[in-house]
C-alpha cells in the first residue's frame, strides 16, 4: 500500500512589519506589503503568479506499507517555489525575482510505525537592500536569508503530521496541510534580527536554523473584526510590549479591545495561565460586555506588538460572539 500526504508554508510580509530606515520604500509606495494568504491554498502556482507570498515551501513526500504493516520504501516528491517583489517608482514599476537556494532534504528518519521527512526551502528576498558589514567597502547590497524547515510523518495506517520545525525570524509563515487548510502560524517576527543575522553561515545552509514559534489559527470572526480594527475609523494605536509584561490587568478598568500583531501572549485569571493566542487574536472585549472591569490579566510571553482601539468602534454582537468562543476556551485550557 503507498501513502502519500503534503504540508506546505507560505512567507509573507504583513502591514508594519518591517522597521527601521528599511521601512522607508513600503512608506512611499515604492515596496509593498502583502494582503494575508488565503485561509484554503488553492492552486500553489496561481498565488505565486498573483504575488500572494515571497517563498512557499512544499514538502510532500510518500511510503510504501507492506501486509505486515511495515514501511518498505520512502521518498521525497515536493519542493520549494520562489515569489518576486514588485517595486514601483510612479507609472514605472520592476519586478525583483527572488534567489532560491537549494532545497535541503534530509534523510527520512525511520520508527516503529512511522517515518519522518524534513524539507528545508528558501532563499533571498527578491530585492537587495543595504546592510552594513565590519570590512571595507562596509555596506554590502545583499538580501538576508528566509526559509521555513517543515517536518512531514506519516504512519503506516496512512495518517500523516505536519509542522514547522524551523524558520527565519522574518517574513510571517503559515502552515497548510494536505487538503490546503490553514492550520498554524508562526507566532513571533523579529525583523531587526533578521536582518542583522540571516546571511552565510547563520542559516539552514550554514549550520543554523532558529526555532519556529508556532501558534494556533484564529477564527473568522477574529480575521473579520481585526480588519474593522486596522481600517476602521477609530485609529488603531499601536504598541511595542516587552516579554513578561502585563498589559492589562484583571480587576482594572479598561474598555480597550488588542489585536496581537505579533508575538505571544497569555491569558491568567487569578493567577491561573488559561490559554496562550497569537498573531491574529483580539483580546479584552469581555470588559466592554460585563461591566468595564478586566476579568482577567493579559500577559507577554514573548515581546509583542499590539493595536488596540476602544471596544465602541467594534459591532456589540461581534463581540459577545467573540467572548462567547473564548469563554469555551478558556474553559479547556483551565
Known sequence: MRYQSSVTSLSWIPSEAVEGTTKLPFEVGMAHYDPPPPDELGDLAALRDADRFRFANRLSAWVEVNAAGKVTKAGYTGAGMIGSTTVRVGPMSHVFQAVSLPDIQREPEYGVGWVRFTQTSGGRTGMPAPRSVRRAPFIQWQAPLAWTTLSLTLYVDGSAEGAISGASRFPRHWLYDDHGQLIGKSGLIDFNDW?????????????????????????????????QLMHGAAKP??????????????????????LILDGVARIEVDGERLAEYGPGAMLGERAHLEGGERTSSIVAVTACRVASVPASALDRQDLEQLSSGHRREDTSAG
Open 195 to 227: 536582518y542583522r543575522k540571516s546571511f552565510g553561515k547563520h542559516s539552514p545552509w550554514g549550520d543554523q536554523d532558529s526555532e519556529a514559534f508556532v501558534t494556533v489559527v484564529e477564527s473568522a470572526l477574529e480575521r473579520s473584526l481585526s480588519l
Open 237 to 258: 494605536r499601536i504598541m511595542k510590549i516587552d516579554k513578561g509584561t502585563t498589559l492589562v490587568s484583571q480587576g482594572e478598568k479598561g474598555s480597550d479591545v488588542y
